[in-house]
């Protein structure tokens, strides 16, 4: 009596506990490494959650499986309170519900093989959305899975993270097809084995190809380990100017041409005289050129500036600002109309944006700089890149991640752009990751979480742009395109059953 209890309320509630099951698939995918197989079966709960439910019941099935996988991936996201938390969680899981809103009108079971493009067309452009304007946030996508299987990311050199995107979601749908309808063609399954074996050929030939040739730099990545979370406590200004200075005399034993420090390493502002002293003198005696992240001021806007300094026997004049600022992070919206919102912010005031991403010309050669967030983003480290980095630097304070494995997906962003642009990053964090990157996403030197220490390594300065570079999001607006035309073609079905009624998936 029990069981069969049980198994009617397993049959009446499958749609949901399938949902939830692939959200925790998803979940788990991120970030541990060898967990990015995963994410090649994690939708596959979701696309069974989605035979015959109607357009609500889709909607609904996608929420339940966005809520779950954002609601463990952004976990971290509590400290700043649990109401942050649960609006981000909800907008994320939003997108999730809209794919699965549209997968009922272009499933392979409605619109044929076509459904086999257009299904991974709409992941593909929903995560591009989630790029763009003030609130982007890319946080949890497909790409980041892959970041450690270097085979398959080294598609992101021709289509950006997109091409990630689409071939496992492609999987996904091809696996499920196979599972719930297997009287269908073998076609879709071995054209989709076909293209995963073509992209791992072209993985395979980009690891072992020989390095393009190019003047050797060496640089050195001094990290702090100081946890100063969400606010400094006192003194924290002398003990990190003393570690700092500390650790940079250290990395230049081995006489790099640069030293990179964190961000705001010294949370203060550095265009004062005085701190134009101490840091001309520290970059003196240490025969090196320093890179340092603190607060850059600007009297006149009344507001500090996160920023990236040059120094030399001097601070140059050259000043990188963060364009992209984390919301409530670094600025409040409508913090002015809005005024129970300053209760969620970081900070009593708005740190500055920048206006441009401009390059510093550093003894390493030009870089292009992202000041942590700002590494999500693929447009920004493309077009530095088009613009004439031949290096790229990200710059964080992770302190506020604590031990949780945020630190670690966040360092797969890196990885990922990096790959993308061919070149190498040099990646300082206030608490760790640091690490050294080559252009195939290898991290060549690395420091651990809350260590104390230095990195030190030899790069190669490029000049050559990758076809994504030139090229940019091609791939994801032929996704737009498509899924236009998936659209399009669905609208010429007749309809089976009515609007409310149910539709089948796959």
């Not at 959200?23 to 060898?34: H, N, T």
């Not at 240490?286 to 500090?304: F, I, K, P, R, T």
């Not at 979480?449 to 000049?463: E, Y």
Request: hydrophobic share 50%; with cysteine; net charge positive.
């Amino acid at each position: 009596m029990s069981l069969n209890i049980n198994y009617s309320v397993i049959r009446r509630f499958r749609h949901v506990l399938l949902a939830i099951a692939s959200g925790l698939v998803l979940a788990f995918a991120l970030p541990r490494p060898g967990h990015w197989l995963l994410a090649w079966i994690g939708l596959i709960p979701l696309f069974a959650a989605l035979r015959n439910v109607n357009i609500r019941g889709a909607l609904l099935c996608g929420l339940i499986t966005g809520l779950t996988y954002f609601g463990i991936d952004l976990y971290w996201i509590t400290i700043f309170g649990h109401l942050p938390w649960m609006v981000l969680c909800l907008y994320q899981a939003l997108y999730v519900a809209v794919f699965a809103g549209l997968y009922l009108r272009l499933s392979p079971g409605r619109i044929g093989w076509m459904g086999y493009v257009a299904v991974p067309a709409v992941w593909v452009v929903l995560q591009f959305v989630r790029t763009l304007g003030a609130y982007g946030f890319t946080w949890g996508s497909f790409a980041h899975t892959q970041a450690d299987n270097l085979v398959i990311a080294q598609i992101a050199t021709i289509t950006g993270p997109w091409g990630i995107d689409f071939l496992v979601c492609l999987a996904n749908l091809v696996l499920a097809t196979a599972i719930f309808a297997p009287r269908r063609k073998i076609a879709p399954v071995a054209v989709t084995g076909l293209l995963t074996v073509a992209v791992c050929v072209f993985g395979v030939m980009a690891l072992s190809a020989k390095p393009a040739p190019g003047q050797e730099k060496h640089v050195a990545i001094v990290q702090g380990g100081l946890s100063n979370g969400l606010k400094a406590p006192p003194n924290y200004i002398r003990r990190a100017w003393d570690t700092y200075s500390r650790l940079t005399m250290q990395a230049a034993v081995g006489n790099p041409d640069d030293i990179l420090w964190p961000e705001t390493s010294l949370p203060v502002d550095l265009s004062t005289p005085t701190w134009d002293m101490l840091l001309g003198r520290l970059a003196t005696a240490a025969h090196s050129e320093l890179l340092v992240g603190g607060y850059d001021m600007d009297a006149q806007a009344g507001g500090n500036y996160n920023s990236l300094f040059r120094c030399n026997a001097h601070i140059e004049d050259e000043v990188y600002h963060k364009v992209q600022l984390v919301p409530f992070g670094e600025f409040v919206p409508l913090r002015d109309r809005l005024p129970f919102l300053n209760d969620y912010g970081v900070r009593p005031e708005d740190v500055l944006p920048g206006t441009d991403h401009i390059l510093l010309n550093s003894r390493i050669g030009r870089a292009g700089t992202s000041v942590c967030f700002e590494s999500l983003f693929p447009a920004i480290a493309r077009t530095e890149t088009l613009r004439g980095a031949q290096v790229l630097l990200v710059i964080t304070n992770d302190s506020w991640f604590g031990h949780s494995q945020a630190a670690r997906e966040h360092l797969l962003m890196a990885k990922l752009r990096a790959i993308e642009n061919r070149r190498y990053v040099l990646r300082a964090a206030e608490t760790g990751i640091s690490a050294v990157i080559d252009p195939l996403g290898r991290v060549r030197h690395q420091l651990g979480l809350f260590q104390q220490g230095t990195i030190s390594g030899t790069i190669v300065p490029s000049t050559r742009l990758s076809f994504y570079t030139a090229c940019g999001d091609w791939f994801a607006y032929a996704s737009i395109v498509i899924t236009v035309l998936g659209l399009a073609l669905s609208a010429r079905k007749p309809k089976a059953e009515s609007h409310a009624g149910p539709r089948r998936g796959i």
